[in-house]
């Protein structure tokens, strides 16, 4: 009998046909899907679930009896009960790398669109307020040449790093990563503790992954530390911030803006202040949506599932201790 493979959104016409070539694939194109019946029966007789944005909870992992793998359509996986998966023996893989590259130019984006307000001058344009030059209230300030701390210097953290050193001349700190001295010696980079980056650094830079360590990391305390005009830039998750804090700090001046992708609740609460602050770049979680970086994610996730299913290592395993267990039984 064919195994059975439940697809939730993003995978293209291409993408099933070749699932299909070897799995019965039940596809589930919208997000709303995951609410139907039909949805949570598929799941109770598949052996695949290639997934974006949905949160795998362990009660969905229990409605899946024959569940061997599921790859997500993400580097970051705290959608996913990884304890659950574990006790399960159920392989979990995501798509690093294909996405880093434009998960840092986004990155780059939040960076040069708050120190130059760009959002908030082209609603200004657009809102028929340029009668003459603009005077010193509107002004930006510079990024080239300025201080650059990474909270997190991973693939992300570092391809970020990379663009504002070798390409805006910053200076970087790095902190919450073990040390890197290939990157200290190609970007200059100076690894320092968390307080003393916060300090120091004009633009602060969250690339850390969300878990049980990184949850509400920038705090109150934090962003009392960081410099008056300090910037603060989030592209991993919003529950690395204390949101209300946040928004505490942007309001009485403590600190200068923030540049945010991605957000405690998502999509953002109608009634969040956070887009409407003229010192706040809020973006909808876009660091990797772009045609062909989300269609490489998507491919990476459908030759993960492929290969898991035949038996063979995939390319990117978040729990590659279930392929040993699975060998050794
Ligand atoms: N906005 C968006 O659309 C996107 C957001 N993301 C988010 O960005 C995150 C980072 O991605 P990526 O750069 O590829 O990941 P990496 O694993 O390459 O980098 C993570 C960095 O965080 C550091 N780190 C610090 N504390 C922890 C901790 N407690 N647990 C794990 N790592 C820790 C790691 O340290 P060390 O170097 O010592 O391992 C590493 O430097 C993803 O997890 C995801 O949440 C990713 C893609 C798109
Ligand atoms: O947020 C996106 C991801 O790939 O993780």
Aim: charge should be negative; include cysteine; hydrophobic fraction near 40%.
């Amino acid at each position: 009998m064919r195994k059975r493979i439940v697809a939730f959104r993003r995978l293209n016409q291409e993408q099933l046909t070749q699932l299909r070539q070897h799995y019965d694939v039940d596809f589930f194109e919208h997000h709303e899907d995951a609410d139907s019946p039909a949805f949570h029966a598929a799941l109770a007789k598949a052996h695949g679930l290639i997934t974006a944005g949905l949160k795998v909870t362990p009660q969905l992992i229990d409605s899946a009896p024959h569940l061997e793998t599921i790859a997500s359509i993400s580097v970051g996986y705290d959608n996913y009960p990884l304890a659950t998966l574990n006790e399960r023996n159920i392989l979990l893989c995501n798509t690093p790398d294909v996405l880093t590259e434009t998960t840092a130019d986004t990155g780059f984006l939040l960076i040069m669109a708050t120190a130059r307000r760009a959002i908030e001058l082209a609603s200004w344009v657009k809102d028929g307020h340029w009668k003459s030059s603009i005077g010193p209230d509107l002004f930006g300030s510079d990024v080239h040449g300025k201080t650059l701390g990474m909270v997190g210097f991973g693939r992300i953290g570092a391809a970020i790093a990379r663009r504002g050193s070798l390409g805006f001349g910053m200076q970087i700190r790095y902190t919450m990563a073990s040390p890197k001295p290939e990157l200290e010696k190609e970007l200059g980079a100076q690894r320092l503790s968390l307080q003393e980056l916060l300090a120091t650094s004009d633009f602060v830079c969250v690339s850390v992954p969300l878990n049980a360590d990184t949850e509400k990391l920038i705090d109150s305390a934090a962003l009392k530390r960081m410099k008056p005009n300090g910037i603060l830039i989030n592209i991993s998750r919003g529950k690395v911030i204390d949101e209300q804090a946040l928004i505490e700090a942007l309001n009485t001046g403590q600190i200068g803006a923030a540049g945010l992708d991605v957000f405690e609740q998502e999509p953002l609460p109608v009634e969040s202040p956070l887009p409407y602050m003229p010192n706040v770049v809020a973006l909808p979680h876009i660091g990797s949506a772009t045609h062909e970086t989300r269609a490489a994610m998507a491919q990476r996730a459908v030759d993960n599932m492929l290969l898991a299913l035949a038996g063979s290592n995939p390319i990117s395993p978040v729990n590659p201790e279930v392929l040993t267990r699975r060998a050794s039984v």
